[in-house]
């Protein structure tokens, strides 16, 4: 079965400080990984998805994220962080098989993160 | 243009009674997708439309949940007999599909859920 670990529950980051978001999957194949942002009230918003390819991935609102096969890893960087990024961070997989119907996606339990002006 | 809208934003309801959440998914996306979130977890699933069918309700928790989208676009889950256990936020997500990867998922605001 897929599942989705993020070790961290908090982070506390300095604004302007560089940033890394740690997400560790459990898959039998090659996954697609997504991380996605949640602010309070708000929808889960998409920052970047992983399916193929180059294995450094570049999101929206100047994140980036890095798969590791041999870690089992997707961690979510951004190299200077701003006080607006304040909020939860959720990593997710999902099947890679070719799915004609749909893609349900596993989520990790959330990083939660707070900048420290 | 609009995206998913989900109504009531709040619901508070008495255990035992009977809850219906409405889901507005994005026009022309063919799938739809709930979501429950608990406290201090991340989204799980629940199951999936394509068009009016339900094409994977494995996440289902019990035979007292139950959701329909009879005519391919809105969506409504059934809640019998709350429990305070069903206490969550109740995400909906839409996705365009076809194709070999998967269709990115746009995420409602979700339905915060209370039972007392």
């Known amino acids: 079965a897929q599942s989705v670990t993020q070790p961290d529950i908090h982070i506390t980051v300095s604004e302007g400080a560089s940033l890394e978001l740690r997400c560790n999957y459990s898959?039998?194949?090659?996954?697609?990984l997504f991380w996605y942002v949640q602010s309070p009230g708000q929808g889960l918003q998409l920052l970047l998805k992983?399916?193929?390819?180059?294995?450094l991935v570049q999101g929206i609102k100047g994140f980036e994220a890095e798969f590791k096969r041999s870690q089992s890893s997707f961690n979510l960087r951004k190299p200077s962080v701003h006080w607006s990024d304040a909020a939860e961070y959720f990593c997710a997989v999902g099947p890679s098989s070719y799915m004609e119907y749909g893609n349900k996606l596993v989520f990790g339990a959330g990083t939660i993160l707070r900048v420290k002006s | 243009g609009a995206g998913v809208s989900q109504t009531p934003s709040n619901k508070v309801t008495e255990k035992g009674k009977y809850v219906e959440l409405r889901c507005d998914p994005i026009s022309g996306h063919t799938a739809l997708y709930w979501y429950r979130q608990s406290l201090g977890q991340g989204p799980e699933f629940l199951i999936y439309?394509?068009?009016?069918?339900?094409?994977?309700d494995s996440g289902l928790p019990n035979d007292r949940f139950f959701a329909v989208r009879p005519e391919g676009s809105v969506s409504t889950l059934k809640i019998q007999r709350t429990e305070r256990g069903d206490s969550a936020v109740y995400l909906c997500a839409s996705s365009l599909i076809g194709g070999t990867v998967p269709k990115e998922q746009y995420f409602g605001p979700g339905t915060r859920l209370t039972v007392t």
């Open positions: 992983y399916f193929s390819g180059d294995t």
């Open positions: 439309f394509q068009g009016t069918g339900a094409a994977d």
């Open positions: 898959y039998g194949a090659t996954p697609y």
